[in-house]
């Protein structure tokens, strides 16, 4: 029986060209600043304002003085 062909390099010589996996800090900042992800971003956003200011003091400036 005929030996088994090598078919390419052995891994330890393939891996230093290889592009390891960007952070998950990295893969944020693309999602945020994505143009596609733009009306979502904003959307939350506004209702992280909306919650923050709700939940402070100046929400009582909505309350009706009688």
Known sequence: MA??????????????????????????????TNSENAGM???????GVAVAFLHSSFAELLVPSF
């Open 3 to 32: 030996p088994k062909r090598a078919s390419g390099a052995p891994s330890a010589i393939r891996a230093p060209h290889q592009r390891s996996q960007p952070s998950v800090l990295t893969q944020t900042y693309r999602f945020v």
């Open 41 to 47: 971003i904003r959307s939350v956003a506004a209702f």
